[in-house]
């Protein structure tokens, strides 16, 4: 079941957040949308926590251009949905895109929305 639409915009927009390069350096704008007990499956097999999420991101030299497709969500239980999504990503190279398939799950802690759990696997355009 489709979470309620303007909870599914408000989810793409803090992923989205999440995918913006001056965000991805900022320690503190990550730390607000990242759960204290958010935990990452890393596409290299690795899983890492809040402060290794945050403490990667902030040495991220990339400036890939990074589009969400295909966005959805579902409601897993009051006050946690999950979103799903493929994201195309491109350097400046003129290579094609590369794409990955995405899941987050968002949890709403006290007044806001934070990301608990996220997993990227890569895929092929489809």
């Known amino acids: 079941m489709e979470a309620d ?5 408000l989810l793409r927009e803090l992923e989205e957040r999440l995918l913006c390069s001056d965000v991805r350096r900022s320690p503190t704008a990550v730390g607000e949308l990242l759960a204290d007990e958010f935990v990452e499956f890393g ?20 400036t890939a251009q990074r589009s969400v497709l295909d966005f959805r969500t579902s409601a897993l239980a009051p006050g946690i949905v999950l979103a799903t999504y493929r994201l195309a990503s491109s350097d400046s190279d003129g290579e094609a895109p590369k794409h990955s398939l995405r899941s987050s799950i968002w949890k709403r802690i006290g007044e806001r929305w934070q990301m608990v759990f996220h997993q990227g696997t890569a895929s092929r355009a489809s």
């Open 5 to 9: 639409k303007t909870l599914a915009t």
């Open 43 to 62: 596409s290299s097999g690795r899983v890492f926590d809040k402060q290794q999420t945050i403490d990667a991101l902030r040495g991220e030299a990339t």
